[in-house]
Each structure stands twice: as C-alpha cells, then as structure tokens.
C-alpha cells in the first residue's frame, strides 16, 4: 500500500490527451476509447478524474494542438492540473490536488507513453503513490526516425517494466482496461 499515510483513496489521472499530443498517436482511436471508458468507470464508482494538460512552445495555451481531444470531456468539478514539464507533479498543483482528495493509488492514462507517461508514473512512485498504469489506454508517436523503437514497442517495454514495479510499502503494476475496478 501507499506509504502516503491516511490516503486511502485512487484517483484516475488523465495526462495530456490534446489534440496536437495523439494526433499522430500509435492506436489513437482505441487508446482514446480505452480512456473513455477509464473515465466512465472512475464516475461511476464516485473516484476522481484528475486532468492534466502540457504547454510549451508547441502546444501554446488556448490553441487548437493544446485542447483535449473533443473524444473526452472533463466535467467541471473535476480538477484540470496545467504544466510545462514531462513529470505532472513537477511546479504544478497536482499533490494539492490529490492530497486533498485523500489519494494515495493512481491509476494512469494517457500519452506521451515514452514522455509523460513515464516521467509521471516515476514521479509518482518516487513521491509515495502506488501507482497503476492502464496497459491498453497509453500511446506514443512514431518517432523512429530520431532512433527510437517503434511506438509498439515502446508501449510493451513501458508495461513489461512497470509490472514489477515495487518499493517499500508502494506497488506498481500495469492492468487492462477492462480488467480495471474502482470499487
């Protein structure tokens, strides 16, 4: 369990699904679905969906690339966490936020799978949270070109790993969509 004490409850965090992050995503259309099922499920079962959105020179505040994807959309109570660097906890809000909300579990989505997904699930881990990531509801773009492996290779490496994933007193793990429960 969390080593975060008296943080008894998950959260489902949803980073950075914005148009110009997945537009050339490996399996973007199921991955969104995945999400918005992810999403669902966490409303249905009353558990926060905390949304984080990344801005850089690419991605410029208010633009069409910087918006969420039209697939999903945040209801208005729940949280919308902006931030300029790979890790959503770094320089932004999000431990308040979760803090909060007596979070302790995460449950991951979302893209850049070799980027903020994993700067994000690390961040997390080192910072107390166990940590979940959603196997079938992560992406990355193709970006062989600079060395990299292939955007399916990439996703399997990040799950195959994150599945061991263990410290004192925090686990992670890495589930399927339809294998998730928030009850």
Request: a negative charge.
């Given at each position: 369990m969390?080593?975060?004490?008296?943080?008894?409850?998950?959260a489902?965090?949803?980073?950075?699904?914005?148009?110009?992050?997945?537009?050339k995503?490996?399996d973007r259309?199921?991955?969104?679905?995945?999400?918005?099922?992810?999403?669902?499920?966490?409303?249905?079962?009353?558990v926060?969906?905390?949304?984080?959105?990344h801005?850089?020179?690419?991605l410029?505040?208010?633009?069409?690339?910087?918006?969420?994807?039209?697939?999903?959309?945040?209801e208005?109570a729940e949280?919308l966490v902006?931030?300029?660097?790979?890790?959503s906890?770094e320089a932004t809000?999000?431990?308040q936020v979760?803090a909060?909300?007596?979070?302790?579990r995460?449950?991951?989505?979302?893209a850049?799978?070799d980027?903020c997904?994993?700067s994000?699930?690390h961040g997390a881990f080192a910072?107390g949270?166990?940590?979940t990531l959603?196997?079938d509801?992560h992406?990355?773009?193709d970006?062989?070109a600079?060395g990299?492996?292939?955007?399916?290779?990439?996703?399997?490496?990040?799950?195959?790993?994150w599945?061991?994933?263990?410290?004192?007193?925090?686990i992670?793990?890495?589930v399927?969509?339809a294998?998730?429960?928030?009850?």
């Amino acid at each position: 369990m969390t080593t975060l004490t008296d943080r008894p409850n998950t959260a489902l965090l949803v980073i950075d699904v914005q148009n110009g992050v997945v537009a050339k995503a490996h399996d973007r259309d199921n991955v969104i679905a995945n999400i918005g099922t992810l999403v669902g499920k966490a409303r249905a079962a009353d558990v926060p969906v905390v949304w984080v959105q990344h801005s850089d020179a690419d991605l410029v505040k208010d633009s069409e690339p910087w918006q969420y994807v039209p697939d999903l959309v945040r209801e208005d109570a729940e949280p919308l966490v902006h931030k300029n660097f790979g890790d959503s906890f770094e320089a932004t809000e999000l431990e308040q936020v979760l803090a909060e909300r007596g979070v302790g579990r995460l449950v991951v989505a979302g893209a850049q799978t070799d980027a903020c997904i994993r700067s994000t699930i690390h961040g997390a881990f080192a910072r107390g949270y166990d940590v979940t990531l959603v196997g079938d509801a992560h992406t990355t773009e193709d970006l062989t070109a600079y060395g990299a492996p292939s955007p399916d290779q990439v996703i399997a490496h990040t799950n195959l790993y994150w599945q061991y994933q263990q410290a004192p007193g925090r686990i992670g793990g890495t589930v399927e969509t339809a294998d998730i429960s928030f009850a």
